[in-house]
């Protein structure tokens, strides 16, 4: 299979990332609503009650530097930078709408929900929504120091 196809099969939407961290809110009694079509960059999630919404994500795909997960391919390195550098630029300009509009937005790296506990990963977003902080990021407890 090409890198093509399988980067092809990896979807917008419902990630393995974006699932875990609905479950933990959901069970922790947040309610919330998904992909809404009417902010800019149609975010993962949205908590209204904290004017505040959560974006997961892709290490690879929104160039978390410093990141074991992120690595340029070797192969049509020229296409894949300019693509990731679009995404890049296209979130900065998404989460300046976002705060224009009186939103509040936290970024939750891939590789957070992977590295970090469930529990842990669910208090430091808890925490963030609960604070006045404006924008915050959620990376892996690993991402801050090794790599």
Wanted: overall charge positive; glycine content about 6%.
């Amino acid at each position: 299979m090409s890198r093509s196809e399988m980067m092809s099969r990896i979807g917008p939407r419902n990630t393995t990332p974006e699932m875990k961290l609905r479950r933990g809110l959901h069970r922790a009694g947040l309610r919330f609503r998904l992909h809404r079509k009417d902010l800019p960059g149609k975010p993962d999630i949205t908590l209204s009650r904290y004017r505040a919404v959560i974006r997961v994500q892709g290490c690879f795909w929104h160039m978390h530097q410093g990141c074991r997960n992120y690595r340029l391919p070797k192969t049509n390195t020229a296409f894949w930078e300019a693509k990731i550098a679009r995404n890049v630029e296209r979130d900065a300009e998404q989460a300046v709408c976002l705060s224009h509009l009186g939103w509040r937005v936290l970024t939750v790296w891939e590789c957070a929900t992977r590295d970090m506990p469930a529990d842990d990963l669910l208090a430091t977003v808890i925490d963030w929504l609960q604070s006045s902080t404006e924008t915050g990021e959620v990376p892996a407890p690993a991402a801050l120091g090794r790599n």
